[in-house]
């Protein structure tokens, strides 16, 4: 079940209380990135996403992102670094890239929120391996400081890290 906030998907907060919230002892990743506007940033992770912050400071917001921690720093935008890609399925996959894999009717309500938000998507959402055990959805986007994120689901986790596809 959804977790409305104002009439708006929050996906992060969704998917803290389905799995994290479960097990409170499950190992977190901590990832820290650059930002050139800390409150872009917010308004990106906090506002559309629904991240709830953390602590902050003046150059740094941490993000609970789906039950990890995010840390946003404040970098020059001459100090950002680009973003190479690699070809994958006909898609310039961004190399550099973070995200969350979902269930697939969540995943399938994130991209509405993105649509409603009028979020640009860098890659459209698409099926990989359509029809095989590891078919799978995924989309790219990226925040406002040009970070990119990838959001999936697997029509079979237990394919998430399976060899034969």
Request: with cysteine; proline share 7%.
């Amino acid at each position: 079940m959804l977790l409305p906030r104002g009439g708006r998907f929050h996906c992060c907060r969704l998917l803290k209380y389905t799995a994290v919230m479960q097990n409170p002892n499950y190992p977190r990743f901590h990832l820290a990135f650059p930002v050139t506007d800390l409150e872009a940033a917010r308004a990106f992770y906090s506002g559309i996403l629904g991240c709830p912050t953390g602590r902050e400071s003046d150059r740094w917001i941490d993000f609970d992102f789906f039950g990890h921690q995010l840390v946003a720093h404040l970098v020059a935008p001459e100090d950002h670094p680009s973003a190479a890609t690699n070809a994958v399925d006909g898609h310039a996959v961004p190399a550099s890239h973070f995200g969350v894999i979902m269930e697939w009717p969540q995943y399938e309500q994130a991209v509405e929120m993105m649509k409603a938000n009028n979020i640009e998507f860098v890659i459209e959402p698409y099926i990989r391996f359509q029809g095989q055990a590891g078919e799978q959805a995924t989309l790219f986007v990226k925040d406002p400081s040009n970070n990119h994120l990838e959001f999936k689901a697997f029509r079979n986790i237990e394919m998430l890290f399976a060899k034969d596809l």
